[in-house]
């Protein structure tokens, strides 16, 4: 049973750091895309950065570049998601996710058919 935990969530001032973490299972992580999404009240869910599963490959929605570093530990089968300088506008439930697919690390959710439950990031100003 393929599953994703998300950890390291809360309350942060601006301009502080969290750093979230995806713990895999059920699947083997090497196979797999794996991406960090959000989604704020009201808004659309938006990939924030993903990772290939093979040659690393990497994207970074535009709003985090700089700030947002994503890295992936195939044999501890965890992805974790440095998030520095955040603000106000990083705040929205984050999620992992999983996929397969070919063109899954540019990030479009639709090509993610596994997802963890979500974690809330809260960035007070």
């Known amino acids: 049973q393929v599953r994703l935990v998300e950890s390291g969530g809360g309350l942060v001032q601006s301009g502080g750091s969290l750093r979230l973490s995806c713990a895999t299972s059920?699947?083997?992580?090497?196979?797999?895309?794996i991406g960090w999404f959000r989604q704020a009240p009201g808004k659309e869910r938006e990939g924030v950065s993903c990772?290939?599963?093979?040659?690393?490959?990497?994207y970074y929605a535009d709003s985090v570049k700089g700030r947002f570093f994503i890295s992936r530990d195939n044999a501890k089968s965890t992805v974790d998601l440095e998030m520095k300088r955040l603000e106000p506008d990083d705040t929205a439930v984050y999620y992992c996710?999983?996929?397969?697919?070919?063109?899954?690390?540019?990030?479009?959710?639709?090509?993610?058919?596994?997802w963890g439950q979500g974690i809330q990031v809260t960035v007070s100003s």
């Open positions: 990772i290939d599963n093979s040659d690393g490959r990497i």
């Open positions: 059920g699947f083997s992580l090497g196979l797999y895309a």
């Open positions: 996710a999983a996929s397969n697919g070919p063109y899954a690390w540019r990030c479009g959710s639709g090509a993610y058919d596994n």
